[in-house]
């Protein structure tokens, strides 16, 4: 796939490479189009939690649940963090 910019945004995705410790412009664009996606599933993820919480379905939840939560927060936290290596 090839992207055409205009001088200005060729000029400023220069800069973020530069300055952002990119080895090529297509590098920092996958950086960027993976942030975004990131984003998009984020947002997808919080609209389901919103969703199910207007949709007053009550669950209860105890220690366990919540301990099981950290766990796997936790368990996405490193594994995000070894990725970035």
């Not at 993820?45 to 919480?53: E, F, G, I, K, P």
Request: a positive charge.
């Amino acid at each position: 796939m090839n992207v055409s910019l205009p001088g200005d945004l060729r000029q400023w995705v220069d800069e973020q490479v530069k300055n952002g410790g990119y080895g090529t412009a297509s590098e920092y664009l996958r950086d960027v189009l993976r942030r975004a996606r990131e984003r998009d599933a984020r947002r997808k993820l919080d609209q389901t939690l919103v969703d199910a919480v207007r949709s007053g379905a009550e669950i209860v939840m105890d220690d366990s649940d919540w301990a099981a939560i950290r766990k796997a927060a936790k368990a996405a936290v490193a594994k995000r963090g070894r990725a970035k290596r």
